[in-house]
């Protein structure tokens, strides 16, 4: 188990892809970083935990003391603002 | 549905958070209206964009969730079992060979000697307590009633030398010893009622050696009723004394008749062999007396007030005394100046039957007086 967790984790640390596809990864996460910190602060939260953290929207509202319908609004929001500054990274 | 109703249920979508009125609106909306199922598209490439992306870059939380999710346990617990699970296992197998191995040693050094220790003591054990002090079961142990015609043979290397220098000048008495047995019988079946013994008794009745006539077997039978020297014998023999004058010469007699009599070598072997294992050293304290006999009185107190003058007269010294349901049994030292004094003071005092007396006397002669009656 521990060894599984550390291999996978090890892949993902020195990931064996090719220097162009390494820029753009970095070009991508360096876009998306941005976008995320651009966004307002009661966005990039529920953004975050949700496609990042992976919490579900009731995990979200119990945990930001928030309506179901505000996690529900607020995260559809944010993903609006990231779809149109991560236009270019789209196929 | 508006396209800007539908575009605002995209996200709720994506997450499957749609019930099922809403579902089936935008499904219906997305089914007309091209524009928004190609932006439906794109969101779902962002939503798919950042979620790839994601853990790549948010190497901080994601190390420590997968760093927390490979660990199988705590620290503390991990230690513990490093330190201690393995122990449980081994230490037990290790220490308990180690064991296994340090008795197999101790028992193997040990033991060796011991045996070796034992079977050196077994044949020095000196002899004598075996015989029952009560009433004896013949039947049971008809081998020391066969020894007592000859009580020396108790005593080892000594008995050995002893035996053999007392049976020769005792050789030419025989003839004139076994008339005196024959007589002693015919006297007893005078007195006693022979339909008094009963077959049992006569069943207890050892034959030694050969099958004697049946004169003899009642014989022998009625010697032991009145004075029961067979109950006697025993107490003597623990006495170490020899056997009284009665019982010597029934055994030289059924010696005679039987022609079969044991060498005496080869009783003793028999005795030798029947020793116990472990006699006590009190056994070997005991010296063989030089005389013994049978007093039988009428009187026993007025017979021990006698004898104890007697002793006190001829300067002997009562060494011994056991008292026994039969009787006292009395051990004397007595000057040899005196011994003949005493043995004319004993037979005043009653019916005084010695022993044969040795060829030669020592300074100082030891007497085992059994006082019945």
Redesign the interface.
């Known amino acids: 188990?521990?060894r599984?967790?550390?291999g996978?984790?090890t892949r993902?640390a020195s990931?064996e892809i090719s220097p162009a596809e390494e820029v753009e990864?970095s070009e991508?996460?360096t876009a998306?970083?941005r976008a995320i910190g651009e966004l307002s602060e009661e966005r990039r939260i529920v953004?975050v935990l949700?496609?990042?953290?992976g919490l579900s929207?009731e995990e979200i509202a119990t945990a930001l003391e928030l309506e179901l319908g505000t996690v529900?609004s607020r995260?559809?929001r944010a993903?609006?603002d990231?779809?149109e500054k991560?236009e270019r990274?789209?196929? | 549905m508006s396209c800007h109703d539908a575009?605002?249920q995209?996200?709720?979508l994506i997450?499957g958070?749609l019930d099922a009125s809403e579902r089936a609106g935008l499904d219906a909306h997305l089914a007309t209206c091209a524009d928004c199922r190609r932006e439906l598209q794109?969101?779902r490439?962002?939503?798919a964009?950042?979620?790839a992306?994601?853990?790549?870059?948010?190497p901080a939380?994601f190390?420590d969730r997968?760093?927390e999710?490979?660990?199988?346990a705590p620290w503390p617990r991990r230690l513990v079992r490093g330190l201690f699970l393995p122990w449980p296992v081994k230490l037990p197998m290790e220490a308990a060979a180690i064991v296994l191995v340090a008795v197999g040693v101790a028992l193997v050094y040990r033991g060796s000697p011991d045996l070796q220790q034992s079977a050196q003591q077994e044949p020095a054990a000196p002899v004598v307590t075996q015989a029952p002090s009560g009433a004896t079961p013949e039947a049971k142990q008809p081998a020391p009633l066969r020894e007592k015609g000859e009580p020396q043979e108790l005593y080892g290397a000594r008995k050995d030398e002893k035996a053999r220098e007392q049976d020769k000048p005792r050789e030419p008495e025989k003839a004139k010893e076994a008339p005196r047995a024959q007589d002693r019988v015919q006297e007893f079946v005078r007195t006693q009622e022979p339909g008094s013994l009963t077959d049992k008794k006569r069943a207890e009745t050892p034959s030694p050696s050969a099958p004697q006539p049946a004169a003899t077997s009642r014989a022998a039978d009625l010697q032991k009723a009145p004075e029961s020297p067979e109950r006697q014998a025993p107490v003597i023999g623990k006495l170490e004394a020899p056997a009284s004058g009665a019982e010597r010469r029934r055994s030289i007699a059924k010696d005679n008749q039987s022609g079969t009599a044991q060498p005496t070598e080869q009783r003793a072997d028999a005795l030798k062999a029947q020793r116990p294992a472990s006699a006590p050293p009190l056994a070997a304290s005991f010296v063989l007396p030089d005389m013994s006999g049978q007093l039988a009185v009428s009187d026993r107190e007025l017979a021990l007030r006698s004898l104890k003058e007697l002793v006190a007269r001829l300067g002997a010294v009562e060494t011994r005394r056991f008292d026994t349901s039969d009787g006292p049994i009395i051990e004397l030292t007595v000057p040899r100046e005196a011994y003949a004094e005493l043995n004319s003071g004993l037979a005043r005092l009653g019916r005084w039957q010695p022993s044969k007396e040795p060829s030669t006397l020592p300074a100082t002669i030891r007497i085992v007086v059994r006082i019945t009656g």
């Open positions: 188990m521990a599984h967790g550390e996978t984790l993902l990931s990864r991508l996460e998306l970083h953004v949700r496609d990042l953290e929207y529900r995260l559809h993903r609006m990231l779809r991560l990274f789209l196929p | 575009r605002e995209f996200s709720a997450d958070a794109r969101f490439d962002t939503v964009l950042m979620r992306a994601a853990p790549v870059r948010a939380g190390v997968v760093l999710a490979a660990r199988p």
